[in-house]
């Protein structure tokens, strides 16, 4: 494969990427809906541990072994996660 080609596959698979975290932004909202409804907590640390622990054991199992990566990047997600529900939550 030349450079272009491998440029175009990363393309691709950067737009799948943010169309999954958009999806995935969606699905936070309608939790955020639901734990509104339902006087919930908007944290739950335990949910969020086992997310990770997920990601982590995912991340391995595909051959890819940095955690501190994972790590950073579920946080990121997390955080932008609970911005969204404390919009719905606190309105």
Known sequence: ?????LRKEIDKTDSKL???IANRLKLV???GEY???NNLSLRDE???????????NKFSSLGLNDDL????????VIEESVKSQEGIIHK
């Not at 494969?1 to 080609?5: A, P, Q």
């Open 1 to 5: 494969m030349n450079l272009d080609i």
């Open 18 to 20: 943010i169309e999954s």
């Open 29 to 31: 909202k309608e939790i």
């Open 35 to 37: 734990k509104k409804a």
């Open 46 to 56: 335990e949910r969020e541990q086992k997310v990770l622990q997920y990601w982590k």
């Open 69 to 76: 990566f994972i790590k950073k990047l579920f946080e990121l």
